[in-house]
């Protein structure tokens, strides 16, 4: 796809949420000392932004239906901004747990909203490549920012790694103000529309789909750090090795993803499930050897976010009359799957089957999301408009 600046102004926004999203994750350590707090307890606020997340896109969405979609976006950005200026001058804990449910608000409806505003702005034909592109953003993040925040973190502290985030923010507002067309109005943006098609049976199985496939990968991810630590013998440098190395994966599972979704979402959907389920069927044995992890590791990353844009777009489209909801869910259908992968995995660890089990648990989880799709797949097209 050639660049297109809406949909760049769109990803740039994307590449902030998934930094402010997953770098606390490498900052816990620094922050809990600087906030007198053990680990786990700093831990929470990864979890309370989740639930952040799963809250804020339906309310968020339905109290902005009926707003101009540029004029939502730039908003949803400015309590994004608001949220990691008040993470960076936190004075307690408290304060940074309030500071980090605020910055959530916005996650679930501006990915919901931005994919229905990026798929609005291409041809048809082009629609899950334009929510793919919005994605990279995240994709990227993973890959830059996210193993950037620790290193900011380590050596200006953690706060400034918060207000670096917030700057990213005013940006992101900005280009959204000159590169988004003026849309004065969403589709569907009706809020008994918008609940109703939340009754749809295509619309649920999508967003289980969502939260099942979603669930596949944080069954592993989670624990990705002290897998190669204690099966492959790794340093903390191989470790943010591995973690780049997975984020240049999910970049690219996430463009050959919309590429092939814009052909058949259906059918995209079981080749990724499938590459997903193999690839974290072999990392139950490469997990002990560098190399052998390294390539694995890539290989996981390009199935994991190739089914990204055709489950955003499965969503989007079995809610076609009135998607801005759904679409948002969908966002806290993923945060969602990533609290009980996380789960999954570590009852897994728990009751002391090994890491291998645990990578074995994860493609489970992808074999049931592929179970979805082959039972669902041959429904007619015509339900997609029953209510």
């Known amino acids: 796809m050639k660049i297109n600046l809406p949909l760049l102004a769109l990803a740039t926004g994307a590449f902030g949420i998934g930094i402010t999203e997953f770098a606390p994750m490498g900052l816990l350590p620094d922050m809990a000392e600087g906030l007198g707090v053990s680990i786990p307890a700093a831990g929470l606020l990864v979890s309370a932004y989740a639930l952040g997340v ?8 339905l109290a902005t239906a009926r707003m101009n979609r540029r004029t939502l976006l730039i908003g949803l950005m400015a309590i994004f901004t608001l949220g990691n200026f008040l993470s960076a001058v936190a004075g307690d804990y408290a304060t940074l747990m309030v500071a980090r449910v605020i910055t959530s608000l916005n996650h ?13 702005l291409v041809p048809p034909e082009k629609r899950a490549s334009a929510v793919a592109a919005m994605f990279m953003g995240l994709t990227l993040a993973n890959v830059i920012g996210v193993p950037l925040a620790p290193w900011i973190g380590e050596t200006f502290g953690w706060r400034t790694a918060f207000g670096a985030i917030a700057v990213w923010g005013l940006i992101t507002m900005a ?10 109005r969403a589709e569907g943006g009706n809020m008994l529309a918008e609940l109703g ?9 999508a967003l289980a789909l969502t939260a099942i ?6 069954t592993v991810f989670t624990y990705i750090a002290p897998i190669l630590r204690d099966a492959a013998g790794a340093g903390t440098l191989f470790v943010t090795t591995m973690l780049v190395i997975y984020g240049l994966g999910l970049t690219a599972g996430n463009w050959l993803g919309g590429v092939f979704a814009d052909k058949s979402i259906d059918r995209t959907l079981i080749v990724s499930l499938v590459g997903l389920a ?12 560098p190399l052998a992890a390294a390539v694995t590791i890539f290989a996981w990353g390009v199935a994991t976010f190739a089914i990204v844009p055709p489950l955003q777009m499965r969503v989007m489209e079995a809610a076609s009359d009135a998607p801005n909801l759904a679409s948002a869910v969908n966002i806290g259908a993923f945060n969602l799957g990533n609290a009980v992968g996380a789960a999954v995995g570590g009852g897994v660890i728990g009751l002391g089957l090994g890491y291998p089990a645990v990578s074995f648990a994860g493609a489970a989880m992808a074999l049931g999301g592929l179970a979805i799709v ?6 007619p097209a015509a339900s997609l408009a029953q209510a």
């Open 213 to 218: 496939g979603s669930s596949a990968m944080f």
């Open 374 to 379: 082959l039972a669902t797949r041959t429904r």
């Open 108 to 120: 679930g409806a501006f990915f919901g909203v931005g994919s229905v505003v990026a798929a609005s």
């Open 278 to 289: 193999a690839t974290l069927i072999v990392f139950a044995g490469a997990m002990f050897q």
């Open 197 to 205: 098609v939340l009754k749809r049976r295509e619309v649920l199985i």
């Open 54 to 61: 799963m809250l804020g896109a339906p309310l968020m969405t």
């Open 175 to 184: 280009a959204l103000r000159f590169a988004l067309p003026d849309i004065t």
